[in-house]
């Protein structure tokens, strides 16, 4: 997913440097996570299946759509989990839809909102609320190729590897703290079906490093400095 540019980009970076922000994890219970989706909720799933674990130390409280009827609830409903669905065609604007969005996720009181494959940029009023506790993945190697096409645009570039990343939303498109990354190799059969396979790999190594990502966040806790995520050993 990709994020809006914004007027608060470069003050938001400045005031995160200048003052580090921790999050750490819950000392007594599972972190609680609120995941958004928008389509077929394979990375959903992939955490569905994780949080069956005591041990991951992270439990689902909630999944939000901005959409009905998609695969995505389906499987959040056959895991027993809550739903919610704002669409934003429902709504007067956007700012009306982004504020429904915040109130909704803020009544389940995350620790983490995960958005995995959701397709609608967040506004000022979700990142503010949740700021440092949004994670999100991209199909490229940021900052190298944000946006809706880092597959493609990776292709295009002739790069010999790509990959994935799991990073912090803030207000810019693809430019929050970068958390982790995975790489994935580029092959001439690639630029032949015009990404589609090596789509496919990518969100294999996607879904890994997301669940390793949200698990030790969640056991571990992190603090963001200068633009660094930190997660104690």
Known sequence: MYQRAGTRRTETRAVAAAHPLAFPAPPDRPARLVVLVSGSGTNLQALIDAVADPAYGAEIVAVGADRS???GLERAEKAGLATFVHRVKDFADRADWDAALTDSVAGHQPDLVVTAGFMKILGDRFISAFAGRIVNTHPALLPAFPGA????????????????????????????PIIAQGVVSITDADHADGGEALHERIKTV???????????????????????????A
């Open 69 to 71: 009827g998609i695969a």
């Open 149 to 176: 096409h880092g597959v493609t645009d990776a292709l295009a570039y002739g790069v010999k590897v790509t990959g994935c990343t799991v990073h912090l939303v803030d207000a810019g498109v693809d430019t929050g």
């Open 206 to 232: 996607e879904r890994q490093l997301l669940v390793e990502v949200v698990g030790r966040l969640a056991r571990e806790g992190h603090r963001i400095e200068d633009r660094k995520v930190w997660i104690p």
